[in-house]
């Protein structure tokens, strides 16, 4: 059965849209990722016009990051100070990055541009987990025991001004570093489409030395309102929001989370950060791939209003 | 326009003045040419995933027939992919503007065999005269002319110009009947649909009939909204993900 997208301007089959969102859905649960960052490019691969692919993304984002983070508010583990001065760096970051995303529009180069982000930040942190990942599974193998965390390490970004003290991260470091992280992650999610939490639960873990249970609420915290703050600009700069594809896509994803969860909760932690590396490499081959292969035709058509 | 240019479509609205005056000096002639279409307007809802419109006609002496569908006009973007370090990126784009956004032909021949090539120039019929040229102060010579061949390539490959030669069926003498397509993502607005009658190359009787292409109901309905209220359709977006995220969570708690 065919439906037809009114913002998106296709017609795509309403089963493969659920497919698609219990898929992703799936897989996120199974995770404990946002999904955005396989979202965007399949969506994109069906004929969703990238513009709209990347706002309509974000516009999902929001409820997926709204349903998880109640979980993580009631054991307490969100850092409400912290997840402030990570949004504060997000808005004006997303808020920029909606504008760079307009500019590059006009350019005739976001498609460009977004497989690139692709590539270089997801490929990388993709490879890292994957690295990671076997070292832990092949680690485990031969001495039976569990890895050890990585400690907290003093870097240069430690002696920035503006020091403050975030009880509940147990932390006494620069206001400057979150609100630097949140800026440069709310550019990356508005020009690809994605929460930012494959940037952010890294940047905040390793570079602001947050523990680990704090991490992944605090984040869904200020993901919320940083997508939000995407998908207000993109409907109001670019008429980008598909709101009936969001809904389509959002019923799949929550039921498909559901299973995700139950079966991640029965699998060994590395092996799941193993097979999310995988699957985030293959993503990012694939758009690499698409780059570097010669196309069909050298010329591309866009109908402009 | 050049001066041969100007000379011909003076000679085209000649032409057409006489045609008129011959008909109203004939008034006991019938109408040479009836048209309709299955429908006048195609309407786009949820479930649309493209149409096809019917178009019937007669005519009352023989000869050929030649029926062109032209939607409302667009500006288009074209893209040129190089090579640049490796990677294939966009490097040069062209914009061609006021070009029909749809255009489609049917005739009982291939349009080079009905209509002789004065026919097609004076009444911008065929891919080569509806201004696909690009004006010469943008670009020049063979330039010029590999854009225009590959806005015309994706453009057919898009399914927004279609060229179907002797796809036009007469049932009986008189009685013609032919098809278009119009594909799911049709660009909305005005479309006119001319047929036209010919004998030996040159157009004696042309018929034109309105056809437009609107969103309807509720997509309509998002559209405009989204379109005219950005800012409340931003909210609005922002506020269902959020009821939903939180019925998800409810979902989940209970499952």
């Known amino acids: 059965m065919q439906i037809y997208l009114p913002i998106a301007e296709i017609s795509v089959d309403i089963i493969l849209l659920l497919a698609m969102g219990g898929g992703v859905g799936f897989l996120s649960g199974l995770f404990g990722v946002g999904g955005g960052f396989l979202m965007t490019p399949i969506l994109i691969l069906v004929g969703v016009p990238p513009a709209v692919a990347v706002a309509t993304q974000a516009n999902n984002v929001i409820a997926s990051s709204v349903s998880g983070v109640f979980a993580h508010w009631k054991r307490g583990n969100v850092d409400f100070l912290m997840g402030w001065i990570l949004l504060a760096g997000g808005f004006i970051g997303s808020t920029v990055g909606v504008g760079i995303f307009t500019l590059l529009k006009n350019l005739g180069q976001i498609d460009l541009v977004i497989n690139l982000c692709y590539v270089i930040f997801l490929g990388t942190i993709g490879l890292l987990m994957m690295l990671e990942g076997i070292k832990a599974v092949s680690h485990r193998r031969k001495t039976g025991g569990a890895r050890r965390g990585k400690l907290h390490e003093h870097n240069w970004f430690h002696g920035l001004p503006l020091k403050m003290r975030f009880r509940k991260s147990r932390l006494y470091i620069s206001a400057l570093l979150p609100l630097g992280i949140g800026f440069f992650v709310g550019i990356l999610s508005a020009i690809m489409g994605v929460g930012g939490g494959f940037i952010l639960v890294p940047a905040m873990i390793y570079m602001l030395g947050m523990p680990t249970a704090m991490v992944i609420g605090t984040s869904l915290f200020q993901i919320i309102f940083v997508a939000a703050n995407v998908t207000f600009l993109q409907a109001m700069q670019n008429q980008t929001v598909d709101i009936v594809l969001a809904l389509l896509l959002l019923v799949g994803s929550v039921l498909g989370a559901q299973f995700g969860t139950r079966i991640g ?13 995988v699957l985030v490499v293959m993503v990012c081959g694939k758009l690499f ?3 570097l292969v010669t196309p069909a035709d050298f010329y591309s058509l866009e109908m402009v209003r | ?211 437009s292409v609107s969103k309807i109901g509720v997509e309509a309905e998002i559209y405009d909204y989204a379109h005219h209220q950005g800012t409340m359709y931003g909210i609005l977006a922002i506020v269902i993900a959020l009821v939903s995220g939180w019925m998800g969570h409810l979902a989940f708690r209970k499952g």
Do not use: C
Request: glycine share 8%.
């Open chain 1, 265 to 277: 909760a029965k699998m060994q932690g590395d092996w799941l950060r193993l097979l999310l590396g």
């Open chain 1, 289 to 291: 791939l698409d780059l």
């Open chain 2, 1 to 211: 326009m050049t001066p041969f240019q100007h000379l011909l479509s003076l000679s085209a609205r000649i032409l057409f003045l006489l045609t008129v005056l011959i008909f109203i000096a004939h008034p006991k002639q019938s109408r040479a040419i009836e048209v309709d279409l299955s429908s006048h307007l195609v309407a786009i809802t949820a479930g649309f995933s493209g149409d096809k419109i019917l178009l019937f006609g007669s005519i009352n002496s023989p000869g050929e027939v030649l029926v062109v569908v032209r939607g409302p006009d667009a500006d288009f973007k074209m893209h040129r992919k190089e090579q640049v370090a490796g990677i294939w990126m966009n490097t040069a784009t062209m914009r061609f503007e006021k070009i029909p956004s749809f255009y489609a032909i049917a005739g009982t021949g291939p349009l080079e065999e009905i209509a002789s090539p004065t026919t097609r120039a004076l009444n911008g019929i065929g891919f080569d005269h509806i201004g696909l040229e690009l004006p010469v102060t943008k670009a020049a010579g063979g330039i010029a002319e590999q854009w225009k061949d590959s806005l015309l390539r994706n453009l057919l490959r898009a399914g927004n110009y279609q060229l179907a030669s002797a796809e036009i069926v007469f049932l009986g003498e008189h009685l013609f009947k032919t098809e278009f397509e119009l594909p799911a993502n049709v660009p909305t607005g005005s479309y006119s649909v001319s047929v036209y009658h010919l004998r030996e190359g040159q157009i004696i009787d042309a018929r034109t009939t309105p056809l």
